[in-house]
């Protein structure tokens, strides 16, 4: 395995993480909106 690939599937794997950090903080959010309704 090269350094690029080695560091291009690591970035992907960061920036899959992140997307999925991102969509469990929306619903957490929506979640308060529903409990202070």
């Known amino acids: 395995?090269?350094?690029t690939t080695t560091f291009s599937s690591h970035y992907e794997d960061v920036c899959?993480?992140?997307q999925l950090g991102?969509?469990?903080k929306?619903?957490?959010e929506r979640l308060d909106?529903?409990?202070k309704a």
């Open 26 to 28: 929306k619903i957490y």
């Open 16 to 18: 899959s993480r992140y």
């Open 22 to 24: 991102n969509k469990i």
């Open 33 to 35: 909106e529903i409990k």
């Open 1 to 3: 395995r090269s350094w």
